[in-house]
């Protein structure tokens, strides 16, 4: 009977709990990247990382692997 009213608590309280969530990532994500850039070994680790993951995908799109 109240479906309007239990859509919108629902969709209120998905939103607010949404929120939360991504807030605590975002603040995780800023911490970490502080203690990866007073890292240079840790940065440069992470370059080569990802530059042999893209080689990797290019080679599978290419068909090679």
Known sequence: AHAMQHLLTL???FMAVTFAVFSVYGLFAAALRQHLLQRPAVLRTLRYLF???FAVLALHLAGWW
């Open 11 to 13: 969709s209120g309280l």
């Open 51 to 53: 530059a042999a993951a």
